[in-house]
Each structure stands twice: as C-alpha cells, then as structure tokens.
C-alpha cells in the first residue's frame, strides 16, 4: 500500500500562489493517475486537477484552469499542485490521490484507491 503526504499548505493573502506537494512511499507512483481533490467546511470533496501516469494529459476543473497547474516527477517519486492568483474560495483542505492505470483520468473520488491526510490551504483578503 501506498503511504501519500501532502505538504506546502499555509495561510496566504489573496492574489498569492502556493505550491502543493504530494510525496509517495511504499509504491512507486509510476503507474497510477494521480490527482488533487480539495473540501471546505461543509461541502464535498471536489475535483481540481489530475495527471495520467506518463504525464502526458493533465485535467482540470473547469474553474480553475488557468491558474491552477498539476505535475508529476517520477524520480521522486512526486506529484505537484502550483496554485497561482488564489482566492477567498480556494479555502480548503487539498487532498492527494493515487488512481489507476489508463488514459481517461476520472474526475470522480471513487476512482481513486489511496488518499493523503490532506494539506489545509487558507486564502484571506
């Protein structure tokens, strides 16, 4: 089983960025599509971006793309979330996911099989 740990949350002011961590151990990620998911008190987790396993399509929730930007580093074995021009809105806890194997990265949490704790990310005014 894989053990994920997200770091890089933090408070920060609006307009700033962040950039979100996802480190594996156990497993080599190499194989696995890779997302990032995110909840605010009292809503549901929701997409915000994902990566196939080669890197080679990344996809994004519709409102964030543009300022939001998925990566991944095979040698180390790591996954990324830049997050650019952040708003009051994008309060959250982030969350990393390790999915499956293929071309179609769901946008769906079912379709994941291993979570991180989470990461919280404030954005004040």
């Known amino acids: 089983q894989v053990q994920l740990v997200e770091s890089g949350g933090g408070l920060v002011q609006a307009g700033a960025s962040l950039r979100l961590s996802c480190t594996a151990s156990?497993?080599?990620?190499?194989?696995?599509?890779m997302a990032w998911f995110r909840q605010a008190p009292g809503k549901e987790r929701d997409f915000v971006a994902g990566?196939?396993?080669?890197?080679?399509?990344?996809v994004y929730a519709d409102s964030l793309k543009g300022r939001f930007t998925i990566s991944r580093d095979s040698d180390r074995n790591t996954v990324y979330l830049q997050m650019n021009g952040l708003e009051i809105d994008d309060t959250a806890v982030y969350y990393c996911?390790?999915?499956?194997?293929?071309?179609?990265?769901?946008?769906?949490?079912?379709?994941?099989?291993?979570w991180g704790q989470g990461t919280q990310v404030t954005v004040s005014s």
């Open positions: 156990g497993r080599t990620l190499s194989s696995s599509n």
């Open positions: 996911a390790a999915g499956y194997f293929g071309p179609v990265v769901s946008r769906l949490t079912i379709g994941y099989r291993d």
């Open positions: 990566i196939t396993s080669s890197g080679g399509r990344t």
